[in-house]
């Protein structure tokens, strides 16, 4: 299905109540075709921008799980730098020591609540917007060193208040593929979206 038919299904009021749909996980996910990432990228923004206008008012956060990643590791001090720069530093030297670093800690619960804390200061600084949504994406770039499927185990008793929507760049046979190539764990938490 179409990114429009997203766009619809996401202003449609009733799917917009986290109480409703998939009541004991509100997790969603849309999948697409790794190849239309720019144009799924630019969509994103566009149905935030419209899902805000004044007929709707919803306020939609946006979360690029690569960029957060980053982010969190410059937020975390390692001696007198911080990890961020740490592994800048030894990514050379140590490749798969940083590699397996990396991945422990994409996956330490510290990095789940800090994601959430997020969405807890964007739900405080919406002001009268009702918050809906929570988009996530980048799933592709943060390839190896966090799953989508290890990201909604670990993060799914955050999820509260909300519908998470999850954009994942592969193809869903019996099992999600990234890309359409690499398998990844059965994400049978998240309900697929629209592109059934």
Same mark, same amino acid.
């Given at each position: 299905?179409?990114?429009?038919?997203?766009?619809?299904?996401?202003?449609?009021?009733?799917?917009?109540?986290?109480l409703t749909g998939n009541l004991f996980f509100p997790a969603y996910?849309y999948v697409y075709d790794p190849a239309k990432e720019y144009e799924?990228?630019?969509?994103?923004?566009?149905?935030?921008?419209?899902?805000?206008r004044p007929t709707n008012h919803l306020q939609v956060m946006v979360?690029?799980?690569?960029?957060?990643?980053?982010?969190?590791?410059?937020?975390?001090?390692?001696?007198?730098?911080?990890?961020?720069?740490?592994?800048?530093?030894?990514?050379?030297?140590?490749?798969?020591?940083?590699?397996?670093?990396?991945?422990?800690?994409?996956?330490?619960?510290?990095?789940? %609540?800090?994601?959430?804390?997020?969405? %807890?200061?964007?739900?405080?600084?919406?002001?009268?917007?009702?918050?809906?949504?929570?988009?996530? %994406?980048?799933?592709?770039?943060?390839?190896?060193?966090?799953?989508?499927?290890?990201?909604?185990?670990?993060?799914?008793?955050?999820?509260?208040?909300?519908?998470?929507?999850?954009?994942?760049?592969?193809?869903? %046979?019996?099992?999600?593929?990234?890309?359409?190539?690499?398998?990844?764990?059965?994400?049978?938490?998240?309900?697929?979206?629209?592109?059934?």
């Amino acid at each position: 299905m179409t990114i429009t038919e997203l766009y619809q299904q996401l202003a449609n009021k009733d799917f917009q109540d986290h109480l409703t749909g998939n009541l004991f996980f509100p997790a969603y996910m849309y999948v697409y075709d790794p190849a239309k990432e720019y144009e799924v990228e630019r969509e994103i923004l566009n149905i935030k921008d419209r899902l805000f206008r004044p007929t709707n008012h919803l306020q939609v956060m946006v979360m690029d799980i690569f960029q957060e990643f980053l982010e969190f590791l410059k937020s975390e001090q390692f001696g007198k730098a911080t990890k961020y720069d740490y592994f800048l530093q030894q990514e050379t030297q140590q490749p798969e020591r940083v590699e397996k670093s990396l991945k422990q800690i994409a996956n330490d619960d510290r990095f789940f %609540k800090w994601l959430d804390q997020k969405i %807890k200061e964007h739900f405080e600084q919406a002001g009268t917007a009702e918050v809906a949504y929570v988009f996530v %994406k980048g799933f592709g770039a943060s390839y190896p060193y966090l799953r989508a499927s290890k990201f909604m185990n670990n993060f799914e008793k955050y999820i509260s208040g909300y519908k998470l929507i999850l954009f994942y760049p592969g193809k869903v %046979k019996d099992y999600y593929h990234l890309f359409g190539l690499l398998n990844d764990e059965n994400l049978y938490r998240a309900i697929k979206l629209i592109n059934q």
